[in-house]
């Protein structure tokens, strides 16, 4: 029997890095894909010959027919969307049956955690005297859901959808708590129904009950069976809730170190971790970024990336690539080898900057990334210049074609994060892919 060998896919910037398109490539020689963290915050596009889907919360590996999409306990999941998103995929012709897998205890995100999300977020942008003080959360419920989960005695887990008398009688404890809360953030509704909520939510358990199971165990047994498993990172480390740029986070460990407990298995059970990053940067929402260019390199780059949100459609903030963050976010996720996406957008720049340090206000230069917003807030970066290439590269297949100086990109890349760059992607198809 072979052994399991199993890969995770992790994005080392803000998120968008490609990892959906990584995620579907990888999965032709994996068994099993599974998503460990986020929710419906997460867009990742895959581009199969002239089709392009958006995948939320569904596992990207699940346009190939015979591989097992698991959706982790470490999952927030809005039924709703996921109803939606199955549909919209059998509509498309793509089979999601018992190849679909929900964990019973990944956490449900309600309507009142939407509610929430946006009127906490419409809150802080309103503080007087404070400027706009809101995250640019996507509104999707996901901190106010994560929240639940730590509250406990609020929250609500897939399991529960499909138990009325279960459902019912925590409903009526939460919907008190979350109609009080609601109205202290000024949201002028009616206290929330428990009644019509149970109602609501058991139909969903009901669709969804074929698909919920005990995921953990399923995934025990597919490593001892000697399956290939492939983690599906949601968001990305600079966003990780301990480790990335605090507040301008989201509410999950989005890094590898999520992997463990948004999945239940342990730690041995992790390979190979290919770090995924775009050949520039981008970022959506608000908070710090250093390298954040409000010029017309931006918009060059946010126009030949079309850099604009899977989500939410927001308009991406871009800039030239921090090394800085990349390797603090390779460091905490244990990258072993890399994948630059996007290179194909940044031909035609005479020149490119590579970001390799920052100015710390004390005038002394660091190396080191400080995962907290109001002091990395404080940085300049350092930037060392490299010649540009002029061809477009979008068809380039084989890794001998590349412009020189594309190649010598890469090889400042690779050689200041210690990592090899075993895969460039120079456009959104699978075949647009140099391995
Ligand atoms: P994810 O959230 O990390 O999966 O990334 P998104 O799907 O949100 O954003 C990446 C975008 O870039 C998508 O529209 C992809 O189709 C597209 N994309 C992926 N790789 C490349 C590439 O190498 N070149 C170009 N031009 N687009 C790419
Ligand atoms: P994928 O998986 C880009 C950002 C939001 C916001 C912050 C908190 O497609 O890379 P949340 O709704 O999670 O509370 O928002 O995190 N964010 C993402 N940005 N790509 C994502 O996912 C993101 N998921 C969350 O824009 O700044
Ligand atoms: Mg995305």
């Known amino acids: 029997m072979t052994k399991s060998q199993n890969t995770a896919v992790v994005g080392l910037q803000w998120g968008d890095e490609g990892k959906g398109k990584i995620v579907d490539i990888l999965t ?228 590898t170190l999520g992997i463990h407990s948004g999945t239940g298995l342990p730690a041995k059970h992790l390979h190979e971790v290919v770090g995924i990053m775009k050949a520039y940067s981008t970022r959506v929402g608000a908070g710090p970024f250093p390298s954040e260019q409000l010029n017309e390199i931006g918009e060059r780059i946010r126009d030949r990336g079309n850099e604009y949100g899977t989500t939410t459609g927001r308009a991406r903030r871009c800039g030239w690539i921090d090394l800085v963050a990349v390797k603090y976010s390779a460091m905490i996720c244990g990258a072993t080898t890399i994948a630059c996406m996007l290179l194909d957008v940044l031909s035609g720049f005479e020149e490119i900057n590579i970001c390799t340090s920052y100015n710390m206000p004390d005038g002394t230069v660091s190396k080191r990334f400080i995962p907290d917003a109001a002091h990395l807030v404080g940085v300049t970066p350092n930037y060392e210049t490299l010649p540009g290439w002029e061809e477009e590269i979008d068809d380039v297949t084989n890794a001998d074609d590349l412009p020189v100086n594309a190649k010598a990109y890469l090889d400042r890349i690779s050689e200041y994060l210690e990592l090899p760059i075993d895969i460039v992607s120079v456009g959104p198809k699978r075949s647009q892919t140099v391995i």
């Open 28 to 255: 032709a020689k994996h068994d099993v894909i599974v998503r460990y963290n986020g929710g419906a915050n997460a867009g990742h596009t895959v581009v199969v010959g002239d089709e392009k889907y958006a995948l939320h919360l569904i596992p990207s590996g699940i346009l190939y027919e015979d591989k097992k999409c698991i959706i982790g306990n470490g999952v927030v999941v809005d039924p709703v969307k996921l109803i939606e998103e199955i549909d919209t995929l059998r509509d498309r012709g793509i089979e999601v049956g018992d190849n679909l897998l929900i964990s019973n205890r990944a956490h449900v995100v309600m309507p009142y955690h939407k509610e929430h999300d946006a009127a906490l977020e419409n809150k802080l942008s309103q503080i007087v005297g404070k400027g706009d003080q809101s995250i640019g959360t996507t509104k999707r419920g996901i901190g106010p859901c994560y929240a639940d989960k730590v509250h406990r005695a609020t929250a609500i887990r897939m399991g529960d959808l499909l138990c009325k008398e279960t459902l019912q009688k925590k409903l009526d404890v939460t919907c008190a708590i979350r109609s009080a809360e609601l109205n202290a953030l000024g949201v002028e509704t009616p206290p929330l129904d428990p009644q019509a909520l149970t109602e609501e939510f058991v139909a969903y358990g009901k669709r969804l009950a074929p698909h919920i199971t005990d995921t953990v165990y399923e995934l025990h047994e597919a490593a001892s069976d000697g399956k290939q498993i492939l983690f599906e990172g949601a968001n990305a480390c600079l966003l990780d809730i301990d480790h990335g740029t605090f507040p301008y986070v989201t509410s999950s460990n989005c890094s």
